[in-house]
């Protein structure tokens, strides 16, 4: 099937309430533009120059996610357009985003991302760290982000009862996070976990953003 019938049918098994960040990291601009065409507004990117390209090519109303690790050096590439930073995984990164938010006159939306997955290459928060970064002064001076809610990456694994209990776990972390320091705020609302191998799972986990990538462009060649 082409890029046009995969998105198609992703759309006729997702639910309302759940939006597909179209990950089109590599992808080319009239590939990107086919997706486009169909009504998608949300891709996902995971460099901030490469982001910032396709940005300046690419129609204006695009809501642009970054999702990969962000070095603090690259915000500036994309603070003035990005509509969320998926991926905050320290204080130090977040400062440096309402840094170049406020030169920029906007506020970016941004997910805490959390680690739940057995393997140690991947980035994120645990519990404590995030409780500090919430917790401190220097967060709750910054006029200039959102924090929206939480993203995770599940271990790369055929084991899906291990998955789940990975996705379980990111949703009793926002759950957490909400009733302790979000209570009040109804903008707190996203949990962006699953991906094209396991999005069906995270979905039944409450996830409401997913980020597919392979299953709408087809394997990377």
């Known amino acids: 099937m082409g890029i046009i019938e995969n998105l198609a049918r992703l759309q006729t098994e997702i639910p309302q309430g759940v939006r597909i960040v179209v990950v089109s990291k590599t992808k080319t601009i009239p590939e990107i533009m086919e997706v486009y065409n169909t009504g ?8 901030a120059q490469e982001m910032e390209m396709k940005h300046g090519l690419l129609p204006g109303d695009i809501e642009w996610h970054f999702i990969g690790h ?10 003035p357009f990005v509509s969320m930073i998926q991926s905050i995984d320290s ?28 393997e140690e290459t991947k980035f ?15 967060y709750k001076l910054m006029n200039n982000i959102r924090i929206a809610g939480v993203m995770g ?3 790369f694994s055929e084991d899906e009862d291990l ?19 979000f209570a009040n705020d109804p903008g707190f609302a996203e949990i962006s976990m699953g991906m094209s191998g396991d ?15 392979t299953a709408v462009f087809g394997p990377r060649q």
Not at 70 to 79: D, E, P, T
Not at 91 to 113: D, V
């Open 163 to 181: 998955v789940r209990s990975e996705f379980r776990e990111l949703g009793n972390i926002f759950q957490y996070v909400k009733r302790k320091f």
């Open 70 to 79: 962000l070095q603090g050096n690259k915000v500036r590439m994309i603070a």
């Open 124 to 138: 994120g928060l645990d519990l404590d760290e995030a409780g500090r970064l919430l917790g401190s002064d220097e």
């Open 91 to 118: 204080l130090k990164l977040l400062s440096e985003i309402n840094k170049e938010a406020i030169k920029a006159g906007r506020t970016i939306r941004c997910l805490l991302q959390f680690h739940i997955a057995r």
């Open 40 to 47: 998608q507004r949300i891709f996902g990117e995971n460099k």
């Open 153 to 155: 990456m599940a271990t």
């Open 199 to 213: 999005y069906r799972i995270a979905i039944e986990e409450g996830s409401t953003l997913v980020r597919i990538g």
